[in-house]
């Protein structure tokens, strides 16, 4: 997975004790099944409070991410609900992604 900190005007943001990172992210080469790791390091943080993306968009289709806060990975998932199959290359798919942390 790719994040790109250039893609806004302003990648980060605090707010009394939170920091709010706002960027862009593309998908992983190879994606395991159980969710691609993304650590707090990885994001510029401790603790990852809240990470929301929009749909990852390929320009033909898009697949929704949800965050999993106790294993730190992001996890995949096709319109229909079912999670991506293990080694699909998503690194044509991209979202920008809003992160509050501490």
């Known amino acids: 997975?790719?994040?790109?900190?250039?893609?806004?005007?302003?990648?980060?943001?605090s707010s009394n004790a939170h920091i709010r990172k706002v960027g862009r992210m593309t998908g992983p080469?190879?994606?395991a099944t159980g969710g691609d790791?993304?650590?707090p390091g990885?994001?510029?943080?401790?603790?990852?409070?809240?990470?929301?993306?929009?749909p990852f968009d390929n320009g033909t289709a898009i697949l929704l991410a949800?965050?999993?806060h106790s294993t730190s990975k992001l996890k995949f998932y096709?319109?229909?609900?079912a999670e991506v199959t293990d080694a699909t290359n998503l690194s044509?798919?991209?979202?920008?992604?809003?992160m509050i942390g501490i």
Do not use: N, W
């Open 1 to 13: 997975m790719t994040i790109d900190r250039t893609s806004v005007k302003q990648y980060h943001d």
């Open 29 to 31: 080469a190879s994606y």
């Open 37 to 39: 790791p993304l650590t």
């Open 42 to 54: 990885e994001l510029g943080v401790g603790v990852v409070d809240l990470l929301l993306c929009e």
């Open 66 to 68: 949800v965050y999993q």
């Open 78 to 81: 096709d319109m229909a609900g």
């Open 92 to 98: 044509a798919y991209a979202a920008r992604f809003e």
